[in-house]
């Protein structure tokens, strides 16, 4: 059994997988509310024997997360805890970029779309929106842009009249009042950067790349985007069982 984990700034996610790459459980954490008791309650959940782990990685953008859940998986397993960054990943990828700064979780999830033939542009709807550029075996780099959720609490926390907004699709572009109006602006604000983004990135590399798109928002966003596209949840888990591999 592996156990495979994604620490990202607002959720920690962490599975139990067995060496086909099947999700026997997984796990929910906030990230920066983790302390020994909800791991001990989680993780009695998840594990029901730390003996029959073999593997642990993470990717994490959280590094205080990652260490206090590494020590507490190191005394339930006596197992190494990997950050993706502690492997040599260059055997996996060429890295084109500052690698002590571009995030694990980007990496991991452009090392699961490798397949040193295609170009890819990897769309993550996190608590960043960020768009990762691979060009056949290489990882380009890519762009940050704000992220929807933390953009529209925002909007709400400081605009007084505004209130808290759950995001929809929404037909019309002209709002006729002031949730419509926030709801318009912020999917077809998105929505034009993002094909904005992509057809940048298309011009400045002369490539052409086949778009995936994975994240909390995806759903929303998936028919709205004019580049043809594919819908990936598991990208990431996809990358870290690839990564794996790399531990002996």
Partial sequence: MYIL????NSDTKVFLVNSKQKIIKNIILPSKKINNKILNLKFKYLIKNFNSIEKILFCSVVPET???????LKKKTNKRCYEVKDLKLKSLINIKVNFRQVGSDRLTNAISML?????????DFGTATTFDVVIKNNYRGGVIAPGLKISLNTLSHK????PKINLKKIKKTIGVDTISAVRSGFFWGYAGL???IINLIKKETGKSFKLVITGGFSDLFKSSIKTKLTLNKNITLKGLYKISKLIK
Avoid: R, V
């Fill in 115 to 123: 397949n040193n033939k295609d170009n890819f542009i990897i769309l």
């Fill in 66 to 72: 990652f260490n206090f859940i590494k020590n507490f």
């Fill in 194 to 196: 993002i094909d904005n």
């Fill in 5 to 8: 984990g994604d620490i990202g």
């Fill in 159 to 162: 605009a007084t009249l505004i």
